[in-house]
């Protein structure tokens, strides 16, 4: 059964950061890529990054790319996503997304997502 629980979101600055965490069940962590897509008021869906079920790949959006950094541990049963120099443009709520892989079809072969984590990005 895949779990997925999304913590570490709120308000900042521009330019500051965060980290969101995913705790994800075991059976996630066994068979699936996981990752982070974002959805803003009256805006589609938007694939953030992705991490393959052992780290070796991994995939960043463009909006994103050289500021948000995604990795696992699966000995801890969670995924992070370090997200600095924020823009107010990276407010949305972010989904845990889980995968059968992590390339550039993300998130649209995302199976299973969370209940989301608010990010808040304002002076």
């Known amino acids: 059964q895949v779990e997925l629980e999304e913590s570490g979101g709120g308000v900042v600055q521009p330019g500051g950061s965060l980290r969101l965490s995913c705790a994800a069940s075991r059976f996630a962590l066994d068979y699936y890529a996981l990752g982070w897509f974002r959805q803003a008021p009256g805006k589609e869906r938007e694939g953030v990054s992705c991490?393959?079920?052992?780290?070796?790949?991994?995939y960043y959006g463009d909006s994103v790319k050289g500021r948000f950094t995604i990795y696992r541990n699966n000995a801890r049963a969670t995924m992070y996503m370090e997200m600095n120099s924020l823009k107010a443009e990276d407010t949305a709520t972010y989904y845990c997304a889980a995968a059968p892989a992590c390339d550039t079809r993300w998130p649209d072969i995302a199976e299973y997502w969370g209940r989301g984590t608010q990010v808040f990005v304002s002076s």
């Open positions: 991490v393959g079920k052992s780290g070796d790949s991994v």
